[in-house]
């Protein structure tokens, strides 16, 4: 039988659409939602035909509103956990006008620091591609001939590489990446997507990331696989033309592994970063939102030459046209 954590989410009547839609772009499509804005128009509904309402729907009324959803507490389920904590703190961040409310998480009937250990067991070595094999820094393993050893500690941050979005980027950057190639890593989390294209033989990367954590946690991983090569960025490429001139240009790959309204967000700005012939790998698309994508790429001089797709996640490679 599947074991599964119980996540809450907790904030604002007005944002629980924004969020569960939110949700929805990274794949979680289950919600329980409790919000007493809704009860009290149950309640005024004057057409309504009750004469009873049991005591248990009555405590609504009192709740403070949240979504509730369920991971599985297993490695996929520890990745999506990541994922909502990344999406959150950013609501956390872009919450100065109270909209969110005191927006926070609560694992039900487990305590965070439990959670915080309890799920490396889950975490061990694993093969990518061809060469790439991928291990936590707690665990050891033999390699084979021509084995890449990438070593991880995704901290807080959505990374393992295990979730079908991160292993598409790596598998097709296996055979994206030339030697000498620059690479530039968009929404960088743990850092494992620079690592690995570094170990395919890039010799130079810049990450990316709207989260100082992220972006500390990236960096310490790249240094701890024997790597200096690299420049790193906090802050909104969408936003910050500054930031952008920073970064510069003349890039041979980049990597985009995000969400769809982000990545449509992006869509105007990777030219800018990309030399003649590069490569754009774009993921964290499901499904339902690979159209709006293309489109968006599409507009903006982009036209894909490959696609993976894994229980209803996209990774597409892009060349400009």
Known sequence: MDNFIEVNIY???????GITGALADRGITG????D????????????????????????????????TVYVHDNAQGAETL???????EHCKQDNADGFYGNIRIELANVKEEDW???WKQYYKPFRVGKSLVVKPSWENVTPRDGDKILEIDPASTFGTGQHHTTKMVMETLEYTVKAGDRVLDLGCGSGILTIAALLFGAKQAAICDIFENAVKTASENIENNGFDCYKAFCGN????????TEIGGG???ICANIVADVIISMSPFFAEFIKDGGSLIVSGIIDERVSEVTAALSENGWKAVSEKNEDGWNCLLLKRV
């Open 82 to 88: 990541a994922l909502i904590r990344e999406y959150i």
């Open 237 to 244: 490429i969408a936003e910050d033309k500054a930031l952008r």
């Open 11 to 17: 904030t604002s009547s007005s944002a629980i659409d």
């Open 31 to 34: 919600f329980i939602i409790q």
């Open 36 to 67: 007493s804005a809704d009860f009290e128009d149950f309640l005024a509904n004057k057409s309504a035909n009750w004469d009873y309402v049991d005591d248990s729907l009555m405590g609504i009324k009192t709740a403070e509103p949240h979504i």
């Open 251 to 253: 890039y041979d790959v």
């Open 116 to 118: 915080a250990n309890n």
